[in-house]
């Protein structure tokens, strides 16, 4: 069992910058049975979307509207993966989830709210 725990949102102006963490913990040994990250995020009245994904070899993978200001990193030795959000717009606002596979099963964080005032 893997629990994973978001944090680093909050409210911020237009321009800004925020960086979102996801710590798994759970299991001894998980890193090493991590598959792939993700970052999703679902606005209100909107589906979840996918903003970003890594792979073990350390791939990554952006939403268009993403490119250019976020950054996807980890897993680092605390077992923690980051979201580095710059130039923040006020569409970027909603609810941010952490996603791991992890030895074939998927793990859901419980979201954290990022929003961007105008």
């Known amino acids: 069992q893997v629990q994973l725990v978001e944090s680093g949102g909050g409210l911020v102006q237009a321009g800004g910058s925020l960086r979102l963490s996801c710590a798994a913990s759970g299991s001894s040994g998980i890193i090493g049975k991590i598959n792939a990250m993700a970052w999703y995020r679902q606005a209100p009245g909107k589906q979840r979307e996918l903003v970003a994904n890594i792979d073990t070899f350390g791939s990554t993978n952006y939403a268009d509207s993403v490119k250019g200001r976020f950054t996807i990193s980890g897993p680092n030795a605390k077992n923690t993966v980051y979201l580095q959000m710059n130039s923040l717009k006020s569409e970027d606002t909603g609810v941010y989830y952490c996603?791991?596979?992890?030895?074939?099963?998927?793990?859901w964080g419980q979201g954290t709210q990022v929003t961007v005032s105008s």
């Open positions: 996603w791991e596979k992890v030895d074939g099963w998927d793990y």
